[in-house]
T-cell receptor, first 114, second 114 residues
Framework: GEDVEQSLFLSVREGDSSVINCTYTDSSSTYLYWYKQEPGAGLQLLTYIFSNMDMKQDQRLTVLLNKKDKHLSLRIADTQTGDSAIYFCAEPFGGSSNTGKLIFGQGTTLQVKP | EAGVTQFPSHSVIEKGQTVTLRCDPISGHDNLYWYRRVMGKEIKFLLHFVKESKQDESGMPNNRFLAERTGGTYSTLKVQPAELEDSGVYFC????????????FGEGSRLTVL
């Protein structure tokens, strides 16, 4: 079955880089997503990558996609205490780009120590 | 612009009782989704409305769950009768037709069944 897997916890020091990893199962996925959930809030879309890209950079965020290994990573440069949150990797059901029916991983809790 | 709002934020009920959760999506969003997170596990899809029509309810656990979306605006999710395993956080999300995968989530309704 379709499954998205992530490590559950990551702790870094302020100023360091954080790398959150994810593996997914559907090689036909057109988009892959990173959602962020801050304490007491709903999830919000942080960034996404289209499947024909290997890398996407957006300010402090870098998304790397390895389609061969079905591996997605999110790198946060110069991690700040405000980056402490749960990060969810997600792919669409059946690989379709035209849906909000997503498969989420369990979420990686990022703890940033001052 | 108001975001997705959910009510109640937390509900504690006895096994066998009924609970109704409400979601008000972002105005103009045709797509409305319900998701559930149980015991810190994955966030799992429950169902999808397009306007007032149920597009996909393949994730609904059983017939104790009933979702409606009146007039294509707000939605309710009723659990009747509630069982212990229904405890979790129920998330509502909405998206527009242009980029369905960009889900805008509410803060969630935490349901505790005793």
């Amino acid at each position: 079955g379709e499954d998205v897997e992530q490590s559950l916890f990551l702790s870094v020091r302020e100023g360091d880089s954080s790398v959150i990893n994810c593996t997914y199962t559907d090689s036909s996925s057109t988009y892959l997503y990173w959602y962020k959930q801050e304490p007491g809030a709903g999830l919000q879309l942080l960034t996404y990558i289209f499947s024909n890209m290997d890398m996407k950079q957006d300010q402090r965020l870098t998304v790397l996609l390895n389609k061969k290994d079905k591996h997605l990573s999110l790198r946060i440069a110069d991690t700040q205490t405000g980056d402490s949150a749960i990060y969810f990797c997600a792919e669409p059901f059946g690989g379709s780009s035209n849906t909000g029916k997503l498969i989420f991983g369990q979420g990686t809790t990022l703890q940033v120590k001052p | 612009e108001a975001g997705v709002t959910q009510f109640p934020s937390h509900s504690v009920i006895e096994k066998g009782q009924t609970v109704t959760l409400r979601c008000d999506p972002i105005s103009g969003h045709d797509n409305l989704y319900w998701y559930r997170r149980v015991m810190g596990k994955e966030i799992k899809f429950l169902l999808h409305f397009v306007k007032e029509s149920k597009q996909d309810e393949s994730g609904m656990p059983n017939n104790r769950f009933l979702a409606e979306r009146t007039g294509g605006t707000y939605s309710t999710l009723k659990v009747q009768p509630a069982e212990l395993e229904d405890s979790g956080v129920y998330f509502c999300a909405s998206s527009n037709r242009d980029f369905p995968g960009e889900l805008f989530f509410g803060e969630g309704s935490r349901l505790t069944v005793l």
